[in-house]
């Protein structure tokens, strides 16, 4: 768990070292697979009006969700399970630093506005 969280500070910086939300603009995870074999997942993240997207693989989506998301691992775990199981999960008050979306592979959606 310290080497997880030890990379995570190290790649984003400015996440919240301690697994918890911080009190800045927190948005909504939607997950939700793509394609069963292999397996397939776009991550959907919403902040305001802004939304963001990516497609990762099993592998992928397990590893953004363990560093990236500031998620506790058991919450992550829990996750993981509902998508697996039901093919879709949503997860809200997840706070992603909206300045590095891009660097983190995350394309912006076009808004319905």
């Known amino acids: 768990m310290l080497k997880q969280l030890a990379l995570r500070h190290a790649l984003y910086p400015d996440l919240p070292s301690s697994g918890t939300i911080s009190p800045r603009m927190p948005g909504t995870l939607h997950i939700f697979r793509l394609k069963p074999d292999p397996p397939q997942y776009q991550v959907n993240y919403n902040i305001g009006a802004a939304s963001y997207v990516q497609v ?7 590893e953004f969700l363990l560093h990236s998301s500031a998620l506790p691992v058991s919450e992550v775990d829990a996750l993981l399970r509902e998508l697996r199981s039901s ?3 949503t997860e809200a008050l997840v706070e992603l630093p909206e300045a590095h979306l891009g660097e983190m592979g995350f394309a912006e959606s076009p808004s319905d506005e």
């Open 56 to 62: 990762f693989d099993d592998a992928g989506v397990e």
């Open 87 to 89: 093919g879709h999960t």
